[in-house]
């Protein structure tokens, strides 16, 4: 049995799921082949991931093909409320609701496991690590499961280093239908949208500083210059990142450096105390602070509150904190990631190929049961092309070919 805030609000989730259907179609090709092979049939499927529409028809399809599915949210601030009713409404049981408590929170990441999953698709790596914190007793063996994020990944790594991955897991992040544009074109558009739906303040003219520029920060950057920001400027620890920045027009500084410039600050790094005290000090009056990582923890708000006199909600998913220097600034959806937190994620074509990916994972998965180790496995190239194709496709784009002359020479 479902537990939703509200199953009222099912017809206006239900729209939402419909209307990103449309834009998906390589996820709906790669649900028809699910279905016709029957390889999900009968098997129980735990997701932890950022519930809204685009997430619910992936949930949808996998329940097409045959699985009974147990969905969470993967944040406290991204469940959207109404597709959440829509889809328990559509025979997926759901356990979510936007704005819970932490112990809320974790509470509906074990009615799913309780529910004993034989495969999971995790988004941060919060289900793997509730199934770790099990007593023994308790576990049960899974065929395996896919991460979608840099962070999950992170975290997935660290544990089959010490040895302690329970089951294979495959990375949906590092594959190239997914970092490529989900990454880059997906969080670029998606921050953006969440900012200027949250704050409806002009970012033209303005100075945006980009915390990180792995494929999200360049995103988020590229974007923030199409915008038609005065400057922008990137913060980094990898020189060859730095580099990079630099060549593509952008300023390299340190965040110390860059605290007194910025009237948008945005964090994509994966990393904690990205921006603390010494550089709130520094900042403008009533800047702009916004984290795009999946964890709040970039932007120290711990920091932020013990140096204000007060704080407040100056509008929807806006806190404002007052300082003693008489400056205020400006944190959007607490800290958490702010294309979700405060929009509406990713463009469903985006999210299309990262999807489908999901489902030819969780296929693999099950094919080459018994044939895996507990590690973390690459997505084959021969699958991220596949998706690749049916994408092209859909978008009525040809490619040239190799001639077989050409391709002996290329040696294929």
Same mark, same amino acid.
């Given at each position: 049995?479902?537990?939703i805030?509200?199953?009222?609000?099912?017809?206006?989730?239900?729209?939402? =799921?419909?209307?990103?259907?449309?834009?998906?179609?390589v996820?709906?090709?790669?649900?028809?082949?699910?279905?016709?092979?029957?390889?999900?049939?009968?098997?129980?499927?735990?997701?932890?991931?950022?519930?809204?529409?685009?997430?619910?028809?992936? %949930?949808?399809?996998?329940?097409?093909?045959g699985?009974?599915?147990?969905?969470?949210g993967?944040?406290?601030?991204?469940?959207?409320?109404?597709v959440?009713?829509?889809?328990?409404?559509?025979g997926?049981?759901?356990? %979510?609701?936007?704005?819970?408590?932490?112990?809320?929170?974790?509470?509906?990441?074990?009615?799913?496991?309780?529910?004993?999953?034989?495969?999971?698709?995790?988004?941060?790596?919060?289900?793997?690590?509730? *199934?770790?914190?099990?007593?023994?007793?308790?576990?049960?063996?899974?065929? /395996?499961?896919?991460?979608? !994020?840099?962070? /999950?990944? =992170?975290?997935?790594?660290?544990?089959?280093?010490?040895?302690?991955?329970?089951?294979?897991?495959?990375?949906?992040?590092?594959?190239?239908?997914?970092h490529?544009?989900?990454?880059?074109?997906g969080?670029?558009?998606?921050?953006w949208? /969440?900012?200027?739906?949250?704050?409806?303040?002009?970012?033209?003219?303005?100075?945006?500083?980009?915390?990180?520029?792995?494929?999200?920060?360049?995103?988020?950057?590229?974007?923030?210059?199409?915008?038609?920001?005065?400057?922008?400027?990137?913060?980094?620890? $990898?020189?060859?990142? +730095?580099?990079?920045?630099?060549?593509?027009?952008?300023?390299?500084?340190?965040?110390?450096?860059?605290?007194?410039?910025? $009237?948008?600050?945005?964090?994509?790094?994966?990393?904690?105390?990205?921006i603390?005290?010494?550089?709130?000090?520094?900042?403008?009056?009533?800047?702009?602070?916004?984290?795009?990582?999946h964890?709040?923890?970039?932007?120290?708000?711990?920091?932020?509150? !013990?140096?204000?006199?007060?704080?407040?909600?100056?509008?929807?998913?806006?806190?404002? *904190?007052?300082?003693e220097?008489?400056?205020?600034?400006?944190?959007?959806?607490?800290?958490?990631?702010?294309?979700?937190?405060?929009?509406? /994620?990713h463009?469903?074509? =985006?999210?299309?190929?990262?999807?489908?990916?999901?489902?030819?994972?969780?296929k693999?998965?099950?094919?080459?049961?018994?044939m895996?180790?507990?590690?973390?496995?690459?997505?084959?190239?021969?699958?991220?092309? *596949?998706? +690749?194709?049916?994408k092209?496709?859909?978008?009525? =784009?040809?490619? $040239?070919?190799?001639t077989?002359e050409?391709?002996?020479?290329?040696?294929?």
């Amino acid at each position: 049995m479902s537990n939703i805030l509200d199953p009222s609000l099912a017809p206006m989730g239900k729209e939402k =799921i419909e209307w990103v259907k449309d834009r998906m179609p390589v996820l709906t090709r790669i649900g028809q082949e699910l279905a016709s092979d029957k390889i999900l049939r009968g098997l129980k499927i735990g997701m932890s991931i950022h519930l809204e529409a685009k997430t619910a028809y992936l %949930a949808l399809i996998l329940k097409e093909a045959g699985a009974r599915v147990y969905i969470t949210g993967c944040n406290p601030l991204s469940t959207q409320d109404d597709v959440a009713a829509g889809l328990a409404s559509l025979g997926v049981n759901v356990y %979510a609701a936007r704005g819970i408590s932490p112990d809320k929170y974790l509470e509906y990441q074990r009615k799913v496991l309780d529910n004993q999953p034989d495969l999971i698709i995790d988004d941060g790596g919060d289900l793997l690590e509730t *199934y770790c914190a099990m007593p023994e007793a308790q576990k049960w063996q899974l065929y /395996g499961g896919c991460e979608e !994020t840099t962070t /999950g990944i =992170i975290r997935l790594k660290q544990r089959e280093k010490n040895g302690t991955l329970p089951f294979p897991m495959m990375d949906i992040n590092d594959a190239h239908c997914k970092h490529f544009f989900d990454n880059r074109f997906g969080t670029g558009q998606s921050v953006w949208d /969440g900012i200027m739906h949250t704050t409806n303040v002009l970012v033209a003219g303005k100075t945006v500083v980009v915390a990180g520029y792995g494929y999200c920060g360049e995103g988020i950057a590229m974007r923030a210059k199409g915008l038609g920001a005065k400057r922008v400027i990137v913060t980094e620890i $990898d020189p060859i990142k +730095a580099i990079k920045a630099s060549l593509d027009g952008f300023e390299v500084m340190t965040m110390t450096e860059a605290a007194p410039l910025g $009237d948008y600050f945005i964090t994509a790094t994966g990393c904690k105390d990205v921006i603390t005290s010494e550089h709130f000090v520094l900042m403008k009056d009533n800047a702009f602070l916004a984290n795009s990582g999946h964890f709040d923890v970039e932007i120290n708000l711990h920091d932020l509150a !013990t140096m204000s006199y007060a704080s407040e909600e100056r509008r929807e998913n806006i806190t404002g *904190y007052y300082l003693e220097n008489g400056h205020t600034l400006n944190v959007l959806a607490e800290g958490r990631l702010v294309n979700l937190a405060a929009g509406n /994620g990713h463009p469903a074509e =985006i999210m299309d190929m990262s999807f489908s990916l999901q489902g030819l994972g969780l296929k693999c998965l099950v094919e080459k049961c018994g044939m895996l180790e507990n590690k973390v496995y690459n997505i084959p190239q021969e699958m991220d092309s *596949y998706v +690749a194709n049916i994408k092209l496709a859909a978008m009525g =784009i040809h490619l $040239d070919k190799l001639t077989d002359e050409q391709a002996a020479y290329l040696s294929f």
